[in-house]
């Protein structure tokens, strides 16, 4: 299924999803966005013009997304404690990056294989792990995000630009890389499972900023401030470099992120709520390809109760008007021919097709059948 708002840069359908175990990242200045004298006098234009009308904004720092790296063939899956989602035994034949695309490659939908782990080129899938492995080589990630940093002024001032299609076209030439001069920060998104088996929506309010009105999933943005803050390190954002930053605790960010916003938005108490399995990486076209990570999070409680406590109103209750249950059956059905799917926003969209795709129940079912009784 494709649509021109959203389309899968990366899905994790060979592992039914990633652990945070199998996620790293690698920063670095190489994966900021280029920058141009003229550019960054447009984008300075357009925050000021958005300040004047909108004195609350904020300019706060976040990840760019750069590329990724994909698991190599001498890369297996890792062990998984009993209890825990197991994915399936497979590896990936070789590495792919998306920095080198050309526009026409944004537009790739999922496979009709959900076993490809990602859209272009070829993967292989193997079969079960041999024994003799070492241990350090069953632990070794199976994905690497790099990232570099961006703030929300650089999105607007590019992604969310009436120049963007332009700024697009100068990335594919000057740099071979039509996301070289945007902003492209990295959000996060989750489809929270009710203990009943019903996923969470929620109906945007018509004062957000983007997509007012729609259905969308609870998300929001990983914060660079927070892994600083996390390492003992106080800065104010404008002071934020990667050289501040470790790896692990970018990743740690990254996954914890996604239960924070669900927390905030839907009132769901973080101790109801599973271990995020990441699902993969969407893009949103409706504002120049950016990208967010696309999570499973499981809820210990029903949707009855989940209802309750959206009702009670958590820290950002003011930024959706409603909440609305589906039933998994109905999620994995939806398509552009369903009435609901016009009344989804990009975000929803493209964490429906990753869901679709990747199905991460299959985990907990791997985890029920292999944990001792």
Known sequence: MTDSEVSVLLHCAAWSGLLESQVQAELSDRFNRQTDPTVEHQIEEVWTERVSKEPWLFNGSKFRLHSFRLASSSSASPKHPAGTHRPHAAVLGRELDHC???????????????????????????????????????????????????????YLGTNWSRRAAELRRRGEVEFGDPRALL???????????????????????????????????????????????????????????????????????????????????????????????????????????????????????????????YRKGGAEASESTDIIFLCKTEVLQLDRRSPLWSELCPSAKGAVLLYQTVKPEDRETAASVNTPR
């Open 100 to 154: 080198r695309r050309s526009e026409e490659d944004d537009d790739l939908c999922i496979n009709d294989s959900p076993g490809d782990a990602i859209q272009s080129g070829s993967a292989e899938r193997n079969g079960p792990v041999s024994s003799q492995e070492s241990d350090d080589q069953k632990a070794a990630p199976l994905l690497t995000l790099r990232l570099g940093l961006t703030c929300y002024k650089d």
């Open 183 to 309: 902003a492209q920060p990295l959000g996060v998104g989750g489809v929270l499972c009710t203990d009943d088996g019903q996923v969470v929506l929620i109906r945007r309010s018509q004062r957000v900023a983007e997509a007012g009105g729609l259905l969308d999933i609870p998300g929001g943005h990983p914060e660079p401030k927070a892994v600083c803050e996390r390492l003992g390190r106080r800065v104010r954002e404008e002071q934020i470099g990667v050289h501040m930053m470790q790896p692990r605790p970018v990743v740690s960010e990254l996954f914890s992120s996604v239960c924070a916003e669900i927390r905030d938005e839907v009132n769901v108490p973080l101790s109801c709520l599973g271990a995020p399995v990441l699902m993969g990486v969407a893009l949103n076209h409706t504002s120049a390809g950016r990208p967010s990570a696309e999570f499973y999070v499981s809820c210990s409680l029903t949707s009855d109760e989940v209802r309750r406590l």
